[in-house]
């Protein structure tokens, strides 16, 4: 049986009929077209669903759409304010951090998380805060020194 479900999505209120088991990623991808975030094993455990949910990484794989019902998501799409890229973004781009790209938006949006908790971390707390998100290029060594960038940018604060 559908339901009505309403959240906001990438700070915008949105609302769809749909069945409330159906996976989160599914309708990030099919209904509203956000194609940053990433299928990547469908059982929670490479990062490449990503999502931000209330500011918390979520896999989206993993979550019934009921479950985001009257919360914040945040996809990789919605990090870019005003067309100007999140810091995160423009020192992955900087540092060539993103070598195939499928595992960008996951690692990109736990940073966030990390940065959010943490806006001064050591180069070990970012391997820790990572180290549930894969990458099989090998583009680890860059991804870090994005992050460690991309704090001291911001400077201890979250870019709005």
């Known amino acids: 049986m559908e339901e009505t479900i309403s959240f906001k999505l990438n700070s915008e209120q949105v609302e769809l009929v749909t069945d409330p088991n159906r996976i989160l990623l599914w309708v990030l991808r099919d209904h509203f077209g956000l194609t940053g975030t990433k299928y990547g094993c469908g059982i929670g455990f490479c990062g490449a669903c990503t999502v931000l949910i209330d500011n918390e990484p979520a896999r989206s794989c993993m979550i019934p759409v009921s479950e985001v019902a009257g919360k914040s998501v945040v996809t990789i799409e919605g990090l870019e304010q005003d067309d100007v890229l999140h810091p995160l973004q423009q020192a992955f781009i900087d540092h060539d951090a993103l070598q195939c790209g499928f595992c960008t938006p996951g690692m990109i949006l736990t940073s966030v998380a990390l ?46």
């Open 115 to 160: 940065l959010k908790q943490n806006p001064a971390p050591t180069r070990e707390e970012i391997i820790s805060g990572l180290e549930d998100n894969l990458c099989r290029c090998g583009a680890h060594t860059r991804i870090i020194d994005a992050v460690q960038e991309a704090a001291e940018k911001m400077k201890g604060g979250e870019k709005k």
